[in-house]
């Protein structure tokens, strides 16, 4: 059976985002692309993906060797020579919706979902963190497009009503990048996990995106797999997970490998702002995916 794999149709830039990047790009056979809308658990998988190709081996620097390649900064021309100089099974980082992507068939994609509230409140601590250096080189350098990024507001309800009556602002648009990725959920080099499957169940989940990614694990290396992937190792060795070892927000890397949580909007949201938020939902994914969105099942 032949798949009708995605085409890029369109360029996506703004304050963050170049996707051009990508036009340029020589991919290999066994390339990892790990996705997400954003702060979903991307450095999270990131870390998983590291230790499942060395092994259960400490102290890797993450970041570096897992980019974000459709971050406007460094621009394409610092960035693509250091990525194809790469001489490890390369697994790279992407928040562009799948029709700004080119797509290999032969690549492997993992996209992670998370409900869209916990993904607010985890956005707005890493935005209310961002120091004048984050700023700086999101508004100020070279290449933008589009209005600048600006300092968030001092609620985070205003933040969350900001976030749903303009689609994903500050940032990017939510819905199309969720809805991008479940389209192509059956696709054979696609795998969707979710956030919340992964606290429920990470030795599970590891297992499933090995299968995935065609890496045998190492049984002897298996406990220090789980210690090096738990919450409370990372948030210990941030530094070499988070880009530029946290230097673009106040309190370090630590601060952006913050909580880990879910459910922290119902101490604020009330019963009928979180039904507007789910009656959303439903209209711009349909409820199966609506469904996976919220709780991680199916997919």
Not at 19 to 35: E, Q
Request: aromatic share 14%.
């Amino acid at each position: 059976m032949t798949h009708p794999y995605p085409k890029k149709v369109r360029e996506f830039q703004n304050h963050h985002f170049d996707s051009k990047i990508w036009n340029d790009f020589m991919f290999r056979d066994d390339d990892i692309i790990i996705s997400t809308y954003a702060k979903s658990g991307t450095t999270w998988v990131q870390q998983i993906v590291s230790q499942l190709i060395f092994n259960g081996e400490e102290g890797l620097p993450v970041a570096e060797m897992s980019p974000w390649m459709d971050l406007r900064v460094p621009p394409k021309e610092v960035k693509l020579p250091e990525v194809e100089q790469q001489s490890h099974r390369r697994f790279l980082k992407t928040h562009l919706p799948v029709d700004a992507l080119v797509f290999s068939p032969s690549a492997k994609y993992i996209y992670i979902g998370r409900d869209g509230r916990d993904v607010v409140w985890s956005m707005y601590n890493h935005h209310t963190n961002a120091n004048q250096f984050w700023y700086e080189a999101l508004n100020d350098t070279p290449g933008r497009v589009g209005p600048p990024i600006e300092p968030p507001p001092d609620d985070i309800r205003t933040y969350f009503e900001d976030w749903m009556s303009k689609d994903g602002h500050p940032f990017w648009p939510f819905w199309e990048n969720v809805r991008s990725w479940w389209e192509i959920r059956d696709l054979p080099n696609v795998l969707l996990i979710h956030f919340e499957r992964l606290k429920a169940d990470m030795p599970g989940e590891i297992r499933r995106i090995a299968d995935f990614i065609d890496t045998p694990i190492d049984e002897s290396r298996w406990e220090a797999i789980l210690e090096h992937c738990s919450f409370g190792y990372m948030k210990a060795n941030a530094t070499a997970s988070v880009p530029l070892g946290g230097a673009f927000w106040d309190g370090g890397a630590e601060t952006f490998v913050h909580k880990g949580v879910n459910g922290r909007w119902r101490d604020t949201l009330s019963a009928a702002e979180s039904a507007a938020y789910e009656e959303r939902a439903l209209r711009e994914l349909g409820p199966e995916c609506a469904d996976w969105l919220k709780t991680g099942r199916s997919g």
